[in-house]
Nanobody, 119 residues
């Protein structure tokens, strides 16, 4: 089992920044990739934002490219998502995920952290 705990969400004005953290524990060696997904209000599906392997290969979706940066501290088993130039459409619940693919979610999810961007 892998446990994921997110933190760092909050309310920010458009153009501002936030940094999300996701701390992992448990049998983390079995899943190499850490990813951030988000679920916007009224949407049923969680969409990929960014992902990173233990060797620090990264992947970003178009909405995140150039504004968000995913990073990882393997010694602390923690992944970060630095979000800059936030827009109201970035408002969502952000979830951490542990997987074996940069582009597909795995079984393990965190509880989510709310990010609200006001205009």
């Amino acid at each position: 089992q892998v446990q994921l705990v997110e933190s760092g969400g909050g309310l920010v004005q458009a153009g501002g920044s936030l940094r999300l953290s996701c701390a992992a524990s448990g049998t983390t060696l079995k899943v190499d990739v850490r990813a951030w997904y988000r679920q916007a209000p009224g949407k049923q599906r969680r969409e990929l934002v960014a992902s990173i392997t233990s060797s620090l290969n990264t992947a970003y979706t178009d909405s995140a490219e150039g504004r968000f940066t995913i990073s990882r501290d393997n010694a602390k088993n923690t992944v970060y998502l630095q979000m800059n130039s936030l827009k109201p459409e970035d408002t969502a619940v952000y979830y951490c995920n542990a997987a074996n693919s940069l582009w597909r979610p795995g079984t393990y999810w965190g509880q989510g952290t709310q990010v609200t961007v006001s205009s």
